[in-house]
């Protein structure tokens, strides 16, 4: 049973144009969801999170966008760069603030194209 | 400081075998995770743990062990390797998550193959 679903597992988009990452998620108890990227031969590194009690967080080029009635959220790189071509992951806590256990999702493949 | 660290970066082994996988962190983290991942598939949580001496399971523990002596060490055993653990194991660490930040730190990983 998915929890964190990411339904496109790859996505290209031009240098210089929006990528729109999109992630959906089963458990309404989740209440905090971050993104990872990951370049290969390398471990996740962090890169934007966003509590349930906001619908919408920007850092620099990177906006996360959180719709809690349709459990759907979606990362915006604006603009995209080749250097953002990496697997992007989708997770979620389900509120355990003593644990910080997180649900992944499958990832998606970003390539951009110079 | 070094972060995360995973040794080795890669290992084959065969069917039966037993290895441990080390992971350390120099940034005085209390909490600790241990995940493995697929080809194709996200990341799973094998175990944690939420300080020294404090271990629990996670989505996917059957086939593996933990224990958490110190604060900077989260060793990974794999007792009786089966083809099935083929994976790239992956850990991490954060932060005390009182602040709900919940940012977790990996390491870059260990290969494994069993065969």
């Known amino acids: 049973d998915q929890q964190v679903k990411q339904n496109s597992p790859s996505l290209s988009v031009q240098e210089g144009r929006i990528s729109i990452l999109n992630c959906d998620y089963t458990n309404s108890m989740f209440d905090y969801f971050l993104w990872y990227k990951k370049y290969p031969a390398e471990g996740p590194t962090f890169l934007i999170s966003i509590s349930s009690i906001k619908d919408k967080n920007e850092d620099g080029r990177f906006t996360v966008f959180l719709n809690k009635s349709a459990k759907h959220l979606s990362l915006h790189i604006v603009p995209s760069q080749p250097g953002d071509s990496a697997v992007y992951f989708c997770?979620?806590?389900?509120?355990?603030?003593?644990?910080?256990?997180?649900?992944f999702g499958q990832g998606t493949t970003l390539q951009v194209k110079p | 400081n070094a972060g995360v660290t995973q040794t080795p970066k890669f290992r084959i082994l065969k069917i039966g075998q037993s290895m441990t996988l080390q992971c350390a962190q120099d940034m005085n983290h209390n909490y600790m995770y241990w995940y493995r991942q697929d080809p194709g598939m996200g990341l799973k949580l094998i175990y944690y743990s939420v300080g020294a001496g404090i271990t629990d399971k996670g989505e996917v523990p059957n086939g593996y062990n933990v224990s958490r002596s110190t604060t900077e060490d989260f060793p990974l055993r794999l007792e009786l390797a089966a083809p099935s653990q083929t994976s790239v194991y992956f850990c991490?660490?954060?932060?005390?998550?009182?602040?709900?930040?919940?940012?977790?730190?990996f390491g870059p990983g260990t290969r494994l193959t069993v065969l």
């Open positions: 997770a979620a806590s389900a509120g355990i603030r003593n644990t910080g256990k997180l649900i």
């Open positions: 991490a660490s954060s932060y005390s998550t009182l602040t709900h930040k919940n940012e977790q730190f």
